[in-house]
């Protein structure tokens, strides 16, 4: 059986991977279509990628230190 600790440090830590992923996907698939100008940052996406980060760093961080 797998301790509750380490089964929340895996969920954190994928609950961060995912946003990460999701908003630099955001970011770096191209939205354009022939002839249009390339759209503005997106700085929401940026935001909600760090965030994505900073729990992917604390869940890992977490399962680690077990």
Known sequence: MIPLPQILAELVMALGGALLAANAWVLLRPRLKPGAQPPARRPRAVVN????LVVLAWGAGSFFAR
């Open 49 to 52: 990628g760090l965030i994505g």
